[in-house]
């Protein structure tokens, strides 16, 4: 065991829900999960993918239909949104899921220390954000 964890120091060991004596990578470990658990959780997250592609697609080609008057054959970018929107809809719902199933905090599943790092979302941006205008 890394001897980092144990360190009052250690960026998760004063957060709530954090587990202070075991890696990251073993969050889920700790308590034997049941085979069945995962497999259900990978379930339920297949069926929200369909059900959400499914519900924000139709949403998409009903706005689209709306705002041309005329039903399109192929993709526009209202219906590229509403298809996007289904897959980050597949955040929560994962993140959700992991909360009911492995009683794990979560955030976790986005962030190693289980919060929103600002400062690396800031550099991520400051780099893409140029690229992107000149892309344009």
Do not use: C
């Not at 192929?74 to 980050?88: K, N, Q, S």
């Amino acid at each position: 065991m890394n001897t980092m964890t144990q360190s009052p120091t250690h960026p998760t060991a004063a957060l709530p829900g954090a587990i202070p004596a075991h890696e990251y990578q073993q969050r889920l470990t700790i308590e034997r999960p049941k085979a069945r658990r995962g497999i259900v959780a990978l379930v339920l997250l297949l069926l929200g993918m369909l059900a959400f592609s499914f519900v924000f697609g139709i949403a998409a080609m009903g706005i689209d239909f709306a705002v041309r008057g005329e039903m399109s054959t192929g993709i526009t970018p209202i219906t590229l949104a509403g298809a996007m929107i289904g897959l980050a809809a597949l955040i929560p719902w994962s993140m959700l899921l992991q909360k009911w199933f492995f009683k794990v905090p979560a955030v976790s599943l986005h962030s190693v220390i289980s919060r929103f790092r600002w400062g690396l979302f800031g550099r991520t941006l400051a780099i893409i954000i140029p690229l992107w205008a000149l892309l344009q």
